[in-house]
């Protein structure tokens, strides 16, 4: 039980990090692609933002296993 309270800690911490770069680099994508506009800028976000929970589940499962 511990141990899954401190992964969850360490999950939403990077989730932090993970996701606003996943979330930043899908808008830069978004501009980069001509998509100017706020509706798509914001539909960027929400993906990069989505897309980033099952990378933070995987980055922080790797790092317990690796201890």
């Known amino acids: 039980m511990l141990t ?3 992964m ?7 989730h932090l990090f ?5 979330a930043g680099s899908a808008v ?20 990069g933002f989505v897309i980033a929970f099952p ?3 995987m980055v922080t499962r790797a790092l317990y296993e690796n201890r």
């Open 4 to 6: 899954e309270a401190r």
């Open 28 to 47: 830069i994508a978004a501009l980069v692609m001509g998509k100017d506009t706020m509706t798509p800028i914001l539909i960027a976000a929400a993906i």
């Open 55 to 57: 990378v933070t589940w």
């Open 8 to 14: 969850l800690r360490l999950g939403f911490i990077l």
């Open 18 to 22: 993970i996701g606003s770069t996943l």
